[in-house]
């Protein structure tokens, strides 16, 4: 079966409906288990917070729920919006359907998240650059980005293709993932059929996989300070390259000053910062 074959939907249109059982939930209990280590491993407080790429809402609802602060949730996908205000019905997450490499906040926040790849759906490296910039204009002084992401160091345990398939009430997803080194490209293609014989429905996602010391100098650039580094599996500092790291920077406490970001001036008093 090729994409050649059926139609091809834009990326997660299709897929939004299966998302949660085939890839949201166990990502999530992973993400927020790492997301506790760093909030308590860096003493971080935030009284209002943002998730960027957000999905289908399962992180945002947390933070919303758990932490109890109002939390902008950002993608571009209508559909995974859509799941998204089903599963955070009730709580205090305001949708925002907007492409992150533009990202404006109403206001600015105390914490921003992106999680599970967000960041390497931006496949050039001006992209993820801007978003950096962009991040940063959207805190408040002195706060808190924690994002993950895909490196080069064998992001399918050495493999060059990858199959997954998950089945969940009476759908088949399967998830073939190629890798390709020189281009640092992953290509996952995504089909989903509702029964055996029924013709499926098709995705086609890229993801750029990224060198750590370049994300860290983009992340310099921008005007943060890189507070850890640390493997995605384990949670121990990083030490070589591992397949996906998580990242921990703060904003400068000064990175807002109303002389350097005329849109938020008067907006907030910055905290005192500990
Ligand atoms: C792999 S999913 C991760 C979803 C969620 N963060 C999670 O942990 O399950 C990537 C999400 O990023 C969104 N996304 C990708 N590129 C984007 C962009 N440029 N602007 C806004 N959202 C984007 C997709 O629509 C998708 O919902």
């Not at 992180?59 to 799941?83: H, I, N, T």
């Not at 060059?160 to 088949?172: I, K, N, P, S």
């Not at 750029?208 to 860290?216: C, D, L, M, S």
Request: with cysteine; net charge positive.
């Amino acid at each position: 079966m090729t994409s050649k074959t059926f139609p091809v939907f834009r990326p997660y249109s299709r897929l939004a409906r299966s998302y949660d059982a085939a890839l949201g939930v166990p990502n999530f209990l992973r993400t927020r288990h790492a997301f506790r280590f760093l909030v308590r491993r860096y003493a971080i407080r935030f009284r209002s917070a943002a998730d960027l790429g957000c999905g289908t809402g399962l992180f945002a609802r947390y933070l919303a729920a758990c932490w109890r602060v109002p939390v902008f949730a950002v993608d571009r996908s209508r559909e995974m919006l859509r799941v998204a205000r089903g599963n955070c019905c009730g709580s205090a997450v305001q949708f925002l359907e907007q492409d992150i490499r533009c990202l404006r906040l109403p206001q600015p926040v105390d914490l921003i998240t992106a999680n599970f790849d967000t960041l390497n759906h931006l496949v050039h490296r001006d992209e993820v650059r801007r978003l950096f910039c962009r991040v940063a204009e959207n805190l408040r002084p002195g706060g808190w980005f924690i994002f993950d992401f895909v490196t080069p160091c064998q992001p399918l345990a050495g493999r060059r293709t990858w199959v997954r398939r998950y089945r969940h009430c009476g759908r088949e997803l399967q998830q073939r993932i190629h890798w390709d080194p020189p281009r640092r490209l992953l290509s996952i293609l995504i089909v989903e059929r509702w029964a055996a014989h029924s013709p499926p429905a098709v995705e086609v996602h890229r993801e750029r996989a990224y060198a750590p010391r370049e994300i860290g100098r983009w992340l310099l650039d921008a005007g943060f300070v890189i507070r850890g580094v640390y493997d995605a599996a384990t949670l121990r500092p990083a030490r070589n390259c591992p397949s996906r790291l998580i990242v921990v920077v703060q904003a400068r406490a000064d990175h807002l000053r109303p002389d350097r970001s005329p849109r938020y001036r008067g907006a907030h008093q910055p905290e005192p910062q500990a």
